[in-house]
């Protein structure tokens, strides 16, 4: 398994399994399938020319697993903290190994920021093996977002969570 920082050569394999996590949890992504839809492929190229998210992919057999995307914060005060977003691993490769050892690099991206103290991400609270994962990672539930996510009018919350580096 390789994990590496995604290009803009990786940008219509990232679209396509994306797309894939979209449909397959909606409940799980602030953004909707059908939002990123529209999307041309020049906006992933783009975002991973120019950041400033950094957006990792494990690899296996040269296929494209899995993803997570690290999101540093810019405003002033805030530069202390960067958050993991887009974390998914497709169906048939959980169990890898592959979703540890991307959120293992996405921390270890993190420490090399200069600044950056804390990382924080937001799990929907119903996905067990999610937290699960983040947990034996070292993060830990600070609170909860009752009311997170509105999918087709059925709210669903968040667990608010942290890793202090």
């Given amino acids: 398994m390789e994990i590496r920082k995604l ?3 990786d940008a219509a394999r990232y679209r396509t399994i994306r797309l894939e996590a979209l449909r ?35 690899f296996i057999k040269g296929e494209l697993a899995g993803t997570v995307t690290l999101f540093p914060e810019t405003k002033k005060k805030f530069k202390h903290r960067v958050n993991i977003v887009a974390m998914y691993v497709a169906p048939e490769h959980r169990r890898s190994g592959a979703g540890k050892k991307l959120v293992g690099a996405a921390l270890d991206l993190a420490r090399e920021m200069e600044g950056v103290t804390h990382v924080y991400l937001a799990v ?10 983040y947990e034996l990672l070292g993060f830990f539930t600070y609170g909860v977002d009752q009311s997170a996510l509105n999918l087709d009018g059925k709210l669903y919350s968040e667990d608010l969570m942290v890793h202090a580096l």
Avoid: Q
Wanted: proline share 10%; net charge negative; aromatic share 12%.
């Fill in 124 to 133: 929907t609270s119903t996905n067990i093996p999610a937290k699960k994962l």
């Fill in 24 to 58: 397959a949890h909606p409940e799980a992504f602030g953004s909707s399938y059908e939002e990123e839809l529209e999307y041309p492929l020049s906006f992933f190229e783009d975002r991973f020319r120019n950041g400033p998210a950094v957006t990792l992919g494990a």
């Fill in 7 to 9: 290009t803009p050569d």
